[in-house]
């Protein structure tokens, strides 16, 4: 299974324009995880530690750190930046890395005081300003400018690492592909909700790793987006909105079909957030945090 899992994340890898090494075949990925077990036992008997921090659960590696702590009943932490935040920490454990805090708040209602209630509803009531004025906000919006081919800024940077520039030489068909794309996706993705009744799919970011990794049955979203628009409610249009981050690598091969589809809108990764969910009957999302 683990091995189908990462077959399927490097394919998904290599159609998108990017460089796959890592796990090519099945007895590469028995051998990571066999060597990975025989080099972090060895090390958890040295050290015997009290507690155990894991990253990117789907590193083999990672996967086999965490695996090992729960044999051992040591408690395993995942830290990463809060997404609705700056600067802010969110603790997770656990293989789906859920939140302490939350947790504990769902098991102590009364330890949420009115004073937090009203923090939150000052959130929603400013919701642009406090969302997209976030770290994980302004990377996206970033990326969006990064992504382009002419990006001066990049490169320049390119220019001056050697390693990044031979990396960038092979793969500049693939950056000339996903300029093609753009150019097409500008002139064919709409920056406006329609003005029936409608839901959202905010497309995920692929290739990335939580969704190869804990989600696989949704890694089409083509097919998660026919399926809407076969089952939707008559009258009700399906608004399929491009991720910041993946623009450029989908084109006219994902888009166009889709857009064959009556009651199914493709919408730019730089349509106002704001608007869209307020507009909407509902909001679908495999991964990423615009589902909260």
Wanted: proline letters at 5%; one cysteine or more.
């Amino acid at each position: 299974k683990a091995a189908s899992n990462y077959l399927l994340y490097g394919r998904i890898v290599k159609s998108f324009g990017g460089h796959w090494a890592y796990l090519d075949r099945e007895d590469e990925i028995l051998r990571a995880y066999v060597g990975a077990y025989e080099d972090l036992s060895a090390l958890f008997e040295e050290i015997q530690p009290d507690l155990v921090f894991y990253d990117t659960i789907d590193l083999i590696s990672n996967f086999v750190a965490f695996a090992l702590a729960l044999r051992r009943r040591i408690f395993a932490l995942d830290f990463r930046f809060s997404p609705l935040s700056n600067g802010k920490i969110s603790v997770g454990f656990g293989l789906y890395r859920k939140n302490i805090v939350m947790e504990h708040l769902y098991d102590h209602p009364d330890a949420i005081g009115p004073e937090n209630y009203a923090a939150a509803d000052d959130m929603l009531a400013h919701v642009r300003d406090t969302l997209y004025g976030t770290a994980y906000a302004t990377v996206n919006r970033r990326m969006f400018d990064d992504n382009r081919l002419m990006n001066l800024r990049k490169i320049a940077a390119s220019l001056a690492d050697r390693r990044r520039l031979a990396h960038g030489l092979k793969n500049f068909r693939w950056y000339l592909r996903g300029q093609c794309n753009r150019t097409w996706l500008s002139r064919h993705l709409t920056m406006a909700p329609p003005a029936e009744p409608y839901v959202v799919f905010f497309l995920p970011h692929l290739p990335e790793a939580s969704t190869c990794s804990q989600s696989p049955r949704w890694v089409y979203p083509e097919a998660i987006v026919e399926q809407l628009a076969v089952n939707a409610p008559s009258g009700l249009k399906i608004v399929v909105k491009e991720h910041p981050r993946t623009y450029g690598r989908r084109g006219r091969a994902f888009f166009k079909p889709l857009q064959e589809l009556p009651n199914v809108v493709t919408g730019h990764p730089m349509m106002d957030n704001s608007q869209l969910r307020s507009g909407a009957e509902a909001i679908l999302a495999v991964t990423g945090n615009v589902g909260l």
